[in-house]
Every structure is written in structure tokens, then in C-alpha cells.
């Protein structure tokens, strides 16, 4: 099933759920634009969740996965954390437990900053199980692979 809104997207397989969202403009100084998150998860997404899977990931199984693709400002594409141009082809060398943005026994977690189509922004992945990452990783590649990212898009 696709989901796209705000300008980003991907082709959720059976078995995934996938919300993109904003959060309500009461979290950001008075003016400030709010970016679009994009999760993807082989659990059910909570209504009320964090940014970085807050509230998933404590759910996952060792054959689960979680993604969070969130949008920064523009301007932070002329930085040096978002200096890498296109989106990320993991790899099963940049998942480890200590990558988890909250440490689960037995997780694996990596973490992404770069710029695609002027858009700057962070992908974190979470892997159920850091023991089963060789097995999991071709289903999170595969959700990756139909990651659609529209340039010039407001949000």
C-alpha cells in the first residue's frame, strides 16, 4: 500500500504500517515551519509517539522492524551533518546497540544524516534483533527502496 503526504512517501508491504505526520505547531517557536516524520513499523503504530520511535520500539520482536524518516530545516543542508547528498543504502555494519537512540536489550539501531532533493533529513532504523540483522536488513532495504522524497514541497 503507498502513503505519501507532504511531499515524502514509500510503498508499505503486508504486515507494515506506515503514518507520516506533523506535529502540532504548539511544540515550535511562534512562526516556525512544521516538518514532516515518516514511520514505518512491523508493529502498530501508538497514536502518541515519539520522533524516534518513542513508544514502538519497546514493542518490537526479534523479527520486527521500525523506521523514522524526519525532515529538518531546509538551511541544515548547507551544514556539515546533512553533507551527504542522496538517501542511505544501509549496510549491516552500521547497526549496533549502541546506535539506539534508548537502549532495549538485544536491538540494533543506525541512524542517518543526509539531503535529498534540497530537503535535509535524519532516517533511524530499528532492528528487533541485532543477532537476526543479516536476516532482517533485505525487508528494511526493500521498504527504503520505495522511499519517495518530492523536491520544492512546503510543508
Do not use: K, N
Not at 506533523?22 to 511544540?27: I, K, L, V
Not at 544524516?113 to 530499528?126: I, K
Amino acid at each position: 500500500m503507498q502513503v505519501r503526504a507532504h511531499g515524502v512517501g514509500v510503498d508499505a508491504p503486508p504486515g507494515w504500517e506506515v503514518r507520516i505526520t506533523r506535529r502540532s505547531g504548539e511544540e515550535h517557536a511562534p512562526g516556525a515551519r512544521v516538518r514532516p516524520v515518516l514511520h514505518a513499523a512491523t508493529v502498530p503504530l501508538p497514536a502518541v509517539r515519539g520522533d524516534f520511535g518513542g513508544g514502538v520500539t519497546a514493542s518490537l520482536g526479534a523479527g520486527d522492524l521500525f523506521v523514522s524518516l524526519f525532515e529538518h530545516d531546509p538551511a541544515a543542508c548547507s551544514t556539515a551533518l546533512f553533507a551527504t547528498r542522496g538517501l542511505p543504502r544501509p549496510q549491516v555494519s552500521d547497526f549496533a546497540p549502541e546506535q539506539l537512540q534508548r537502549t532495549i536489550a538485544g536491538q540494533s539501531g543506525a541512524q542517518w544524516f543526509f539531503q535529498h532533493a534540497g530537503r535535509a533529513f535524519c532516517l533511524y532504523a530499528v532492528l528487533g534483533s541485532h543477532a537476526r540483522r543479516v536476516e532482517l536488513l533485505p525487508r528494511l532495504r526493500a521498504v527504503l527502496a520505495s522511499l519517495v522524497v518530492e523536491a520544492g514541497v512546503e510543508s
